[in-house]
């Protein structure tokens, strides 16, 4: 891939679909084998794929794309307006997260800026993103339909991972502020569960997976999962391992 690679995704034929840093997407065969491949000017996730075959890729910076199965792209859609790439602009920071995608084929998807601060720390006082974090609604031909912004204007850098859809469309995001967010179809909040923590160096709680009775589990950064109702409400939380900094594997 020539660079850092994203997780694959694998498409209901076997195929493997990969993103990487320096916008190399590739699609491979279930055998290993290179299908096609395509080139954006940012980086580029591995996709999400709907129950039509097609691709959403998140890149950077604030860009999502579009492809059919044979690699052609349908369209891309910049929910911020089109900026421009920086050097030293950090890997995977600055994109899209990777969406979800709702029964309806509306694309959600949260954003993980670092707007004009570069690898070696210089700040770029003209770059015109803002550091708070939101959450984008798009539909399948690439309109956005809503965005939902970070409802705490006193937290600097508020992040925004894609939701967890629930069987009602409720969507269950994670942030980096320690909280989780219950944001409904039409992007309005819901309620938010606050995990109660102090402030580290990388303060997530990932977007929850869903059991079948609905309740939410949730990992954190500081070595935690809870286990929330779909009211919002704390049923228990296991406490274990060390938590995680930048620069270790999630694994």
């Known amino acids: 891939m020539g660079a850092e690679a994203d997780e694959p995704t694998v498409g209901s034929d076997g195929s493997v679909y990969v993103g990487a840093v320096g916008g190399n997407l590739a699609a491979l065969s279930k055998d290993g084998e290179l299908i096609w491949e395509q080139k954006v000017e940012g980086d580029i996730r591995s996709p999400s794929i709907d ?43 600055n994109t899209l997260d990777t969406p979800s995608i709702g029964d309806d084929g509306t694309i959600y998807a949260g954003s993980l800026t670092t707007p004009g601060v570069t690898t070696t720390g210089e700040f770029l006082t003209d770059y015109a993103i803002d550091p708070i974090g939101k959450l984008y609604a798009i539909s399948p031909d690439g309109q956005l339909k809503w965005s939902f912004i970070c409802p705490y204007p006193d937290l600097s850098y508020f992040q925004i991972h894609s939701p967890s859809i629930g069987m009602d469309g409720t969507l269950y995001a ?32 990932f977007s929850p ?9 949730a990992a954190t950064t500081s070595g935690k999962i809870f286990c929330i109702t779909p009211q919002g409400q704390e049923q228990w939380r296991f406490v274990g391992g060390d938590p995680w900094l930048p620069g270790m594997s999630r694994s």
């Open 51 to 93: 129950d039509g075959g097609n691709l959403y890729c998140s890149a950077s910076p604030l860009v999502l794309y579009a492809f059919d199965t044979e690699g052609n792209k349908q369209w891309e859609v910049h929910p911020e307006g089109e900026l421009p790439i920086y050097e030293n602009m950090w890997e995977w920071m």
């Open 174 to 205: 994670g942030t980096s502020h320690w909280r989780v967010l219950a944001i409904d179809p039409d992007g309005n909040l819901i309620w938010e569960f606050n995990t109660g923590e102090e402030q580290t160096v990388c303060p997530s709680v």
């Open 209 to 217: 997976s869903i059991g079948k009775d609905g309740l939410l589990y």
